[in-house]
């Protein structure tokens, strides 16, 4: 299967500062990106969709202006968790797609702890 | 809403001991039915895709069925490395915007 990258893999912040999550698909063209959230114990929560080149489109009850995503092209798109606090420390995994939605790519998550 | 509900919650076997791990769902206009295992720490790992009742995928030891309400994953014959959360997604929709929606997993332990 196709390769999804993110970085930084782990992540410990002081509450108010951002971090900037990394997403890259390494071997195919990623249409479409996801940004997921798990908490401990539960399933994958989609928290927005990426088009290259376009807005996200966020989910019900996720802040855009807290979670900010770029998908600049076709192979990177970063989440920006501004002014994080301990509510936001999760497990953060990203998905790619390409030009067709039936299977989606994974990476290996990327776990932000916010003091 | 969409919904996606897995059961067992948690399951544990012993070592050749077979099994199911059921995923049901509850969509309007289905697209694609995924199975996913996940190892603790780490992202998804895509296994199986079904696209319509009646449709069944192999993998090894794994095989996934398919019907207009429900998915079954069989374990035949498991392993210890067999052991890890099985999740089930659905993809639903129409045009250009089509949801996955996760099911809360199935924890596996095959016991040696």
């Known amino acids: 299967g196709a390769v999804v990258s993110q970085h930084p893999s782990r992540v410990i912040c002081k509450s108010g500062t951002s971090v900037k999550i990394e997403c890259r698909s390494l071997d195919f063209q990623a249409t479409t990106m996801f940004w997921y959230r798990q908490f401990p114990k539960q399933s994958l929560m989609l928290m927005a969709t990426?088009?290259?080149?376009?807005?996200?489109?966020?989910e019900q009850g996720v802040e855009k202006d807290k979670f900010l995503i770029n998908h600049a092209s076709l192979t990177l798109s970063t989440l920006t968790v501004t002014s994080a606090h301990p509510e936001d420390s999760s497990f953060y995994i990203c998905?790619?797609?390409?030009?067709?939605?039936?299977?989606?790519?994974f990476g290996p998550g990327t776990r932000l702890t916010v003091l | 809403e969409d919904q996606v509900t897995q059961s067992p919650e948690a399951l544990r076997l012993q070592e050749g001991e077979s099994s199911s791990l059921n995923c049901s769902y509850t969509v309007s206009g289905l697209r694609g039915l995924f199975w996913y295992r996940q190892d603790p720490g780490k992202g998804p790992e895509f296994l199986f895709t079904?696209?319509?009742a009646g449709e069944e995928k192999e993998k090894e030891r794994l095989k996934a069925t398919l019907t207009k309400k429900e998915s079954f994953l069989h374990i035949t014959a498991p392993k210890p490395e067999d052991s890890a959360t099985y999740l089930c997604?659905?993809?639903?929709?129409?045009?250009?915007?089509?949801?996955?929606?996760f099911g809360t997993g199935t924890k596996l332990q095959v016991i040696p």
């Open positions: 990426s088009n290259e080149g376009s807005k996200a489109t966020y």
């Open positions: 079904l696209y319509s």
């Open positions: 997604a659905v993809q639903a929709g129409s045009g250009g915007y089509q949801k996955v929606t």
């Open positions: 998905s790619a797609a390409g030009t067709s939605y039936n299977e989606q790519f």
